[in-house]
């Protein structure tokens, strides 16, 4: 084991990248702090002291959604209770809140809708930005782009083409889940492939739109399942350097159906985002979702390879229907104290990571 | 200075004042932890981490001493004020023992009228009904104004409450062992020499007792580093302290308001405890304040023990913090981070592992 720590660092020091089989080795130690020093190591390299963080708002326009993955409790179908779909104006008043608020980016997500025609989500991106011209709208999973393929019968390429004309800034990282078909076929077995996945995100990365990654963790995968997620994402962004942020997503088991599945525990958290970091070395950031994490792990994970904190986020839906206990929004001040706490420098950026202020 | 702190903790030579001091403001996290996990490993190689099933009972929230940061006491004509009588208490031990719990912490307030006389009655009722539950209650401002209100000398009281059935006190109250913070956030309340006086009194009895501190309130870094430094001179002369037990300030509906510390600020504190206090054996994770998932990574930031169970617990719920755990959720939280969870009793005698 020791010696597993002693390759992984001078590997580190010397730019070499660490093999499936240490980082699968990684999981399986438990020496917690050691990995964490690792992570620490590779981060100042690339980042120094600096935590990112935005301010931003989330709006969810759907919560119905044709797909029913076992870990989401967040979808609904039509005729069921507490379901919405938000009109336009809802939607432009949502952002012109954030917009006065200061934030720099909208984040949009959505269920897969059964009846609402592509123009919808086209003529929502070009009025935001018509009416906020500086807002960055970062907007769509890749399952929401393979859905608007096939609502539409075209290629995604094309659709990818069509919301970037209309004002599509960025894109987000969601719905990777686990890459790999044999959890897939549990978790999600009407969602997307992974392959289909990344083919999407390739394409909008070749289209020059920067994209994050998601990995949920801490349902049925293994830890092999965790390396060929990291793996395949890394391979991609050789080709492509489109991604910008890698964010682990711990699991919240409330309201889902997976059966016998407990959460995320606190170690387990920390060595994933530790691992990730050391892992992904041609990925620039690594962020810790306070919403999943929790406010305390999300700031501990600061030490351990994390140098992003989402943002002010605002009104959360999707986590917090799964039982997520962290607040719906944070205030910029208590993102900036918490940063500081950490021994780090806040820097506020935008979407695409230019720095807008240091604290 | 970090290099320098290492190799004395790897030999086990005491830490000095301005090197915890050093650690606490300076270093970083992980420096800090890697340290604690090393001295935790070296005083307690059979990598268990172990609990205790234990209820708290809350006899009155009727207190004179009316800190700043508590949001659990009322004043006596306040609408729900309470003392509980007897016979709940009884029913309360008795679900206790319905769940094979071993230890009864039972504080409240100071109340104006509860005498010598209520307590010994009280415990020696106890001892008879439930002879495998340890009486471990009362902290040293309830000793000491138990005492005061009864006409007795504190070892008199401590002594009388000892021939009752009192087994052992915990160590609440401590707050932060520096008369002027105590000044600041609980003006009422005994100073540090009283609470050490108490400890220090009950460990000649040949009671065991636990120590606490709560910081995040008003304290500077110097404070706390002041606190663990009078735990460990104490311990020092007694011996007495089983266990040392940090835990954060939580400001919902308090006097005193503000924010409680940071989930970093915590795991420091924790790791600082492990390095100065030596010569305490355990250390406990604070699941009550800080949450499963931050107490299991705890256990890498030099904690062993994840204290009670707490069937029940009001004090903290009051200011708006109320993290449950089941038995089966604390052995999970234990075993998932690669220790062998185990049952102990308010000794820390090994019950059974799991």
Sequence with gaps: MIDLFHTIRSKIKTGARISDEETLALFESRDLLAIGELAALANRKINGEKVYFNVNRHINYTNICVNRCTFCAFSKGVEDEGCYTLALNDILEKVAEANAAGATEIHIVGGLHPDLPFDFYLEMIAAIRSDNPGLHVKAFTAVELDYFARITNQDVALVISELKEAGLGSMPGGGAEILRREVRDKICPEKISGERWLEIIEQAHRAGLKTNATMLFGHLENYEDRVDHLRRLRDLQDRTSGFQAFIPLAFQPDNTRIPGAKGVGGVDALKTLAISRIYLDNFMHIKGYWVMLGLKIAQVALAFGVNDLDGTVVEEKIGHDAGAATPQALGKEEILDMIRKAGKVPVERDTLYNELKSY | ?354
């Design chain 2, 1 to 354: 200075m970090l290099k320098s702190i290492h190799g004395k903790t790897e030999k086990t030579s005491p830490l000095e004042r301005d090197e915890a001091l050093y650690l606490l403001t300076d270093a970083d996290l992980l420096s800090v932890g890697k340290m604690a996990d090393a001295v935790r490993r070296r005083m307690h190689p059979h990598n268990r981490v172990t609990f205790v099933i234990d209820r708290n009972v809350n006899y009155t929230n009727i207190c004179q001493s009316r800190c700043k940061f508590c949001a659990f006491y009322r004043t006596e004509d306040a609408s729900d004020a309470y003392v509980l009588p007897y016979e709940t208490i009884y029913r309360k031990v008795q679900e206790l023992a319905d769940h094979v719990g071993t230890q009864l912490l039972m504080q409240g307030g100071l109340h104006p009228d509860l005498k010598i006389e209520w307590f010994e009655a009280l415990f020696r009722e106890l001892r008879a009904r439930f002879p495998q539950v340890q009486i471990h209650s009362l902290s040293p401002a309830e000793v000491i104004h138990i005492a005061d209100l009864s006409g007795l000398t504190m070892p008199e009281c401590l002594r009388r409450l000892q021939a009752a059935g009192l087994e052992s006190v915990p160590g609440g109250g401590a707050e932060v062992l520096v008369d002027e913070v105590r000044k600041e956030i609980s003006p009422n309340k005994i100073g540090w020499r009283q609470w050490a006086a108490v400890m220090e009194e009950a460990h000649a009895l040949g009671m065991r007792t636990t120590a606490t501190m709560m910081f995040g309130s008003r304290e500077r870094p110097e404070d706390i580093v002041e606190h663990l430094f009078r735990i460990r001179e104490i311990q020092e002369s007694t011996g007495g302290f089983t266990a040392f037990i940090p835990w954060t300030y939580q400001p919902g509906g308090t006097e005193l308001g503000g924010a409680t510390a940071t989930g970093v600020e915590y795991l420091k504190v924790l790791a600082l405890s492990r390095l100065v206090l030596d010569n305490v054996e355990n250390i406990q994770a604070s699941w009550v304040t800080q949450g499963a998932e931050m107490a299991q990574v705890s256990l890498f930031f030099g904690a062993n023990d994840l204290g009670g169970t707490m069937l029940e617990e009001n004090v903290v719920a009051a200011a708006g913090c109320s993290f449950r755990l089941t038995i089966g959720e604390i052995i999970h939280l234990a075993r998932e981070a690669g220790f062998t969870p185990a049952k102990r009793n308010t000794r820390y005698d090994i019950l059974e592992e799991y």
